[in-house]
């Protein structure tokens, strides 16, 4: 049985021996350090492990981490830690209320790998190595030590009732985006990953699309190139032809690789051009730059 394992941090070197040495018991994914990034792979993946490879992380990029792990905890998907023992400490001074176990570099692939599955396996918290407690007491702690924690709880209260303020007044000015393809799978898959930032719909033909945009308006459409009876070059000439829509922005998605059709493709003049599969950072960048 192989588990999976979703890989964050900038320790690119612990995440290549993930792949590279560990593959017999682990199913390896990564994810960017965005919040958004791993909550919307912690969703769609439903790794059994989340694994935090530390090197040179800031504060602030520790903070996003400890959002993301009060996001996950009803997942109930334990948390590993791997960095030098400086690092480590850092992130426990952070969130000491964090239930995660910690490894201290230098560890050798197989030790990691044993030690993770054995976490796994034993399906529980306790006896995990070198686990920060979740029970914080005063009669576990000075009491300045009970004021620091105080402290730091309710800063990181502040920091998320802040962050959610933010979040909601985003929602109210939401950008819209038209998602146009045949594939019931990839509306599904690219709604699920936009529909935090975005107002979205979708369509599974270009026909719809086009009746959608006769009483509607959006600031967006991602348009499949390739799809029957009405394709995205006709569905974006149609567009263009349309008084109301004809400065609407477009991107194509498509899994053409042919360099004459990429060339009709670009010929049409679309705000952009992705390939299937869609690598979903290009997508973030390319809606971003076209929408501002």
Not at 39 to 45: D, G
Request: with cysteine.
């Amino acid at each position: 049985m192989k588990y999976k394992v979703l890989l964050t941090g900038n320790n690119k070197m612990i995440i290549n021996e993930f792949f590279t040495y560990m593959d017999f018991s682990f199913e390896c994914f990564t994810t960017s350090d965005r919040y958004d990034d791993i909550v919307n792979h912690v969703k769609y993946i439903h790794p059994d492990v989340l694994v935090y490879c530390l090197y040179g992380e800031n504060p602030d990029d520790m903070k996003r981490f400890v959002n993301v792990e009060r996001k996950i905890a009803s997942y109930k998907i334990p948390i590993v830690v791997v960095g030098d023992e400086e690092e480590c400490v850092q992130l426990e001074r952070i969130a000491p209320l964090m239930e995660m176990s910690i490894f201290h570099k230098p560890i050798s692939a197989q030790k990691l790998e044993e030690s993770i599955v054995r976490i796994l396996k034993e399906g529980r918290t306790e006896d995990r190595p070198q686990k920060r407690s979740v029970t914080v007491t005063e009669s576990t702690l000075k009491t300045e030590d009970v004021m620091r924690v105080a402290e730091e709880l309710l800063a990181q209260l502040a920091e998320e009732a802040e962050k959610e303020k933010a979040l909601a007044e985003e929602a109210e000015k939401k950008k819209h985006i038209l998602i146009v393809d045949d594939d019931s799978s990839v509306l599904k898959l690219l709604r699920g990953y936009l529909a935090e930032r975005y107002d979205v719909a979708t369509a599974i033909s270009g026909r719809i699309a086009l009746k959608f945009l006769e009483t509607k308006k959006t600031d967006m459409v991602l348009l499949d190139y390739e799809m029957p009876v009405e394709d995205g070059a006709s569905v974006l000439a149609k567009i263009r032809d349309n008084a109301s829509t004809k400065n609407l922005p477009v991107v194509f998605l498509t899994g053409v690789t042919d360099r004459k059709k990429i060339m009709d493709v670009l010929a049409m003049k679309p705000q952009g051009y992705l390939t299937k599969p869609i690598d979903m950072e290009k997508l973030s960048s390319t809606i971003k730059g076209v929408l501002g």
